[in-house]
């Protein structure tokens, strides 16, 4: 189980296509590369997942360490900056708990952006590899 996990959101128009370019972007730096319902990222030290959801990218970091966190975070914003351009400056990374997108669904309903059901995910980064 991963000790150090984050979530974050962004508008994107044409997010399906964000996450191919994404994935082939990183493919050299991942030990493996999954695709279900989104990709995910498997890295020596962490995962990330990233999901569609009605022109919203959703991407979750589960790390072993906080440096891997950090790393993984990188990699993937960097990516991200190469492949989407970006309205926003920066991503604002929520801490999360093990139900995938738990933590962006409950900020959503919180502050009234979107219904919360939009956000979740089935099993994506909970299942045993």
């Not at 189980?1 to 128009?13: Q, W």
């Not at 997010?15 to 890295?43: E, P, Y």
């Not at 900020?107 to 980064?125: I, L």
Request: glycine residues 4%; positive net charge; aromatic residues 6%.
């Amino acid at each position: 189980m991963y000790r150090f996990i984050s979530e974050t959101c962004i508008a994107c128009d044409k997010a399906d296509m964000a996450v191919d370019k994404i994935c082939r972007r990183l493919a050299s730096l991942c030990s493996t590369i999954k695709i279900r319902d989104g990709c995910v990222l498997q890295f020596d030290g962490g995962r990330a997942a990233l999901k569609v959801a009605d022109n919203m990218l959703l991407m979750r970091v589960e790390a072993n360490h906080l440096l891997y966190s950090c790393a993984i975070k990188a990699v993937l914003e960097g990516a991200l900056a190469e492949t989407h351009d970006q309205k926003q400056k920066y991503l604002a990374w929520l801490t999360a708990k093990n139900e995938p997108f738990a933590a962006l669904a409950g900020r959503a309903a919180v502050t009234k952006e979107r219904d919360e059901r939009q956000f979740q995910c089935a099993g994506t980064a909970n299942d045993k590899d």
